[in-house]
């Protein structure tokens, strides 16, 4: 997890330079990243974590140990803004397994991540007040961007046959998709990718896949397929046949510069797969057409 939000890192310093840049501000993941571009326009500039005026990160432990980085950042005086900290606590997901602890993959739900949006505003304008209104309506056009891919996303994936809709996927990082969509999700591993299933785990599994004759399973693009495949294979040798419905995005985005590489490509590449393997009536290139084929 955090090699990859190094890497995610250093995407947003060579993708976020700006010429008009009031602002260096910084970013943990992807996804927080897409947020605070949306709304700052041209008026910042990404920079490395402890270079920056201003830092934004998601919270709810994502970001595991850095979290110490973060704090010693806002003790010495630097604004360091969880995007989450706006999001009712009722709306929030505490897995069994999480000790206590919130899912931090709020951005599975469209609905809840378009408060990132209102958060991201309401901190760039008290740092720059000067930018304000465009702030303001840049923050404005990220919802509504937000609230058409929900739209889709509940079209669509409505359409899925009520039986089919259990999302089984390589770790727990789609339970706020399952709660806004009304689908059973199963993780194979825990919230964490450090993780590792089980033989029991495995069989667990496969017996529900069988018993539901689920036809589709789903491996992410930064957890490894093994255990995924390990599934298909025990569903097989007891004469139920489950393909890979396609590669999700978990807890990352795609590559930089592509469609899927925004967090409105993301959610929409998610839910046009998830919706096409399990029976749903989508479009191939999803919401906008944009969807690499």
């Not at 973060?70 to 630097?78: C, D, P, V, Y």
């Not at 609905?111 to 991201?120: G, K, P």
């Amino acid at each position: 997890m955090l090699k990859r939000i190094a890497g995610l890192c250093a995407a947003l310093v060579m993708a976020g330079a700006a010429q008009a840049a009031e602002l260096r501000v910084t970013a943990t993941v992807g996804m927080v990243g897409d947020a605070v571009s949306a709304v700052a326009g041209d008026r910042a500039e990404v920079e490395v974590l402890m270079r920056a005026d201003v830092i934004f990160y998601n919270g709810l432990l994502l970001e595991g140990k850095m979290t110490d980085t973060l704090i010693r950042a806002a003790t010495s005086g630097k604004p360091v803004i969880a995007v989450t900290e706006s999001v009712d606590e009722s709306k929030l997901i505490a897995p069994p397994e999480f000790e206590g602890h919130f899912d931090p993959h709020v951005w599975m739900d469209p609905a809840l991540w378009s408060h990132a949006a209102s958060i991201v505003q309401e901190k760039l304008t008290e740092l720059d007040p000067e930018g304000s209104r465009e702030y303001s309506r840049n923050a404005g056009a990220y919802v509504k961007e937000i609230e058409k891919l929900d739209a889709y996303a509940v079209r669509v994936l409505e359409s899925v046959p009520e039986s089919r809709r259990v999302l089984v996927t390589a770790h727990d990082a789609f339970g706020y998709f399952g709660h806004r969509f009304g689908f059973e999700v199963v993780g194979i591993q825990g919230i964490s990718t450090e993780s590792e299933a089980g033989v029991r785990d495995i069989e667990r599994l496969v017996d529900l896949i069988v018993e539901r004759e689920i036809p589709a399973v789903f491996i992410e693009s930064t957890v490894p397929e093994r255990n995924v495949r390990a599934l298909i294979a025990g569903a097989a040798a007891r004469g139920h046949e489950v393909v890979v419905g396609g590669e999700l995005f978990s807890d990352a985005m795609g590559d930089a510069g592509t469609y899927e590489g925004t967090y409105i490509g993301m959610i929409d590449h998610n839910v046009t797969t998830i919706a096409r393997a399990l029976g749903g009536d989508a479009p191939s290139g999803g919401m906008q057409g944009l969807l690499a084929e």
